[in-house]
């Protein structure tokens, strides 16, 4: 649907706001508490000072009333602050966790791993567990703190001196802490991901470890991350509560030094006995929200990286305009000068590659190994950005296609094809909330697999397990052709779909493809078994990633036959036949019948 995402990401946008206008409401309350916090101090000074002196047991009654009712107040401002910041971390959650999974889902189609990814998505769960927890209660009473020192302050301004003294000292401590736990935050948050890095490889890999003996190694390769992880966590846990404890003794000393002095100076007269009292709970209470802080520095750190991490995100996303509704593209695939790099490494992969398909043509891709038929793939669908040049359907570049919008008009058979852990239905129609099944029953046909799926236990219902497992590779790579078909998308894209296939298979993939060309749609069929282009109308070389030919089949694939004129409605950009084909590595030359090259660029031009 176009313009879902602008909505959710304005959403977030006006979530996080609104946080702002909350925390406003959260420090006022903080305040009011605060406030109410003196209740004790100033319940013994009124006991001290007036029920005592006047020794009337009216007068302590009404004082203790009022107490308690302060007392009661203060507790319910507590409950209410505890509720809303719960409710503050949900909504926070509830708004961006989608968000934040959408680049989950975008990190490792952009060379990340997927711990890393999956790192991201934890971030929201940090923030949230972070509003529960006492680390907001310090930031919201930290701003309070002058409250008690005046008060102090008033009492005795040499107590008010020593309270300030101390809290100078803990502030000092806080930043002491921040200063020396910052690096080694970032540096164990970076071993996080690298342990569960591994874990996941291992996991992934779980068949080969057994089959060939060496879970022991991986294991041990785990264990050396785990171990400096730990050791990570452990110097930072050593840092924070080295001056917690730091912190809180000298919370405690000061106490006690306060109501020392307050002795000293009641005894020289200058005070009250019920002001003793009073000062030591006033300063105790203005240290509080020191102390809280450091000793939850971890997850105030924690929670700050987050929250940074998770408004880049956001604003990031949100600076994506969503483009306008396009119509479904019915007439031509034009590839122009194409340059493509790796994402995560920015190593160029494929350079300047040009060709048009028109509808109802089908393109073989060939090539030796690693010359880059997989990255056009990608290139074509979208999944990796192109550094230059354009690819168009109907005239408009991908970029003008919001990804639902262009998802639905392009079908994709990646190389290692992985399914969703869900059912066959599912995974065929792309999750797609109301499919139909006269759609669905019609993929799976044109992939040959419905006879196979309804012997399922479950039929279409069948769910796939963990990645897809629970089938066959064959059935696998048949399922990920039905869905690539499913809806009728104008572009299909198949990398290697004939790796796993038996003749039935390529029978109905030759069928299949067949189907697309017959109802309008363009087909591009990366292949190395030659079975597969037995559809195909075109073919186009890529060696070293370059498209080094490109043109009519019987041209690129027996050069030395008569150029034969290309079909009325074929390429546009096909250049004739290369003069002096060159002879193709062997290994591509043993599985194409004289395979041949164009010389490199010719038909780019
Ligand atoms: N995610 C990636 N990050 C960086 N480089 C990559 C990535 N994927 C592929 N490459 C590199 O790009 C080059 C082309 O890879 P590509 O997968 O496009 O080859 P291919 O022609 O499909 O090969 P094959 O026939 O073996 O599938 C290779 O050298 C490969 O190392
Ligand atoms: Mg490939």
Not at 8 to 26: D, E
Not at 100 to 115: E, F, I, K, N, Q
Not at 159 to 166: E, N, S, V
Not at 256 to 268: E, K, V, W
Request: charged share 20%.
């Amino acid at each position: 649907m176009a313009g879902r995402g602008n909505r959710t990401n304005g959403a977030a946008a006006r979530a996080l706001g609104r946080i702002r206008g909350l925390s406003v409401f959260l420090l006022l309350i903080s305040g009011v508490i605060s406030l109410l916090a003196l209740t004790g101090s100033f319940y013994m000074l009124q006991i001290y000072d007036r029920a005592l002196v006047s020794g009337s047991i009216p007068t302590l009654a009404a004082i203790s009333v009022l107490a308690i009712g302060l007392y009661v107040f203060q507790g319910l401002f507590d409950i209410i602050r505890a509720q809303l910041l719960v409710r503050i971390g949900a909504r926070i959650d509830r708004r961006l966790a989608p968000i934040a999974h959408r680049v989950v889902v975008d990190m490792p189609r952009l060379g990340y791993s997927t711990s890393e990814a999956l790192e991201r998505g934890r971030d929201v769960d940090t923030i949230r567990g972070f509003f529960g927890s006492q680390g907001p209660v310090a930031i919201f009473d930290l701003p309070w703190m002058p409250l008690f020192l005046i008060f102090v302050y008033i009492l005795h301004p040499t107590l008010g001196a020593l309270t300030i003294g101390g809290a100078f000292f803990l502030a000092i401590l806080a930043v002491l802490t921040e200063l020396r736990t910052r690096r080694w935050s970032q540096a164990t948050l970076a071993a996080t991901v690298e342990r569960n890095a591994i874990a996941d490889s291992n996991a992934r890999n779980a068949e080969v470890l057994k089959a060939m003996g060496f879970a022991g190694r991986a294991v041990a390769r785990f264990a050396g991350a785990n171990e400096r992880h730990l050791e990570l966590q452990t110097r930072t846990s050593d840092i924070t509560g080295t001056y917690g404890a730091v912190s809180r003794v000298t919370r405690m000393l000061l106490q006690s030094a306060i109501l020392g002095l307050a002795a000293y100076l009641t005894i020289r007269g200058e005070l009250s006995a019920g002001a003793i009292i009073a000062a030591s709970i006033a300063s105790a209470r203005a240290m509080a929200p020191i102390d809280l802080a450091i000793g939850n520095w971890k997850n105030i750190v924690a929670a700050r990286g987050a929250w940074r991490r998770v408004r880049e995100t956001v604003e990031v996303l949100e600076n994506q305009p969503e483009p306008m509704r396009l119509p479904a593209p019915v007439a031509s695939l034009k590839v122009e000068g194409v340059t493509v790099a790796a994402p995560a490494t920015g190593r160029v992969i494929l350079s300047d590659v040009s060709f048009e398909v028109r509808a109802g043509n089908a393109v073989g891709i060939i090539g030796p190994s690693g010359g880059g038929k997989s990255t056009l793939a990608r290139a074509l669908t979208g999944v990796w950005p192109v550094l230059r040049g354009a690819i168009r359907l109907d005239d408009a570049d991908l970029s003008q296609w919001s990804d639902e919008d262009r998802g639905a008009h392009v079908g994709y058979l990646p190389q290692d094809v992985a399914l969703l852990d869900a059912t066959v239905e599912e995974n065929i129609a792309r999750l797609d909330p109301r499919p139909s099944p006269a759609a669905i029953v019609e993929a799976a046909r044109a992939a040959a697999v419905h006879e196979m799926i309804v012997r399922l236990p479950e039929g279409y219902r069948t769910p796939l397990g963990p990645m897809g497992t629970a089938i066959s590779g064959g059935q696998r790579q048949r399922l990920g052709l039905a869905r690539a078909l499913y809806g009728k998308p104008f572009l299909v894209v198949l990398d290697e779909p004939n790796a796993n296939l038996d003749p039935e298979g390529e029978a109905a993939l030759t069928a299949a493809i067949e189907g697309v060309k017959a109802r309008g749609g363009i087909v591009i069929v990366i292949a190395h078994r030659p079975s597969a282009l037995q559809a195909c109308d075109l073919i186009g070389v890529i060696q070293r990633g370059r498209l080094t030919g490109f043109g009519p089949k019987e041209q690129i694939l027996n050069p030395k036959a008569p150029a034969q004129p290309a079909p009325a409605d074929a390429a546009a950009g096909a250049p004739a036949a290369p003069a002096a084909p060159e002879p193709v590595r062997a290994r591509q030359a043993r599985k194409l019948p004289a395979a041949a090259s164009a010389r490199p660029g010719r038909a780019a031009r």
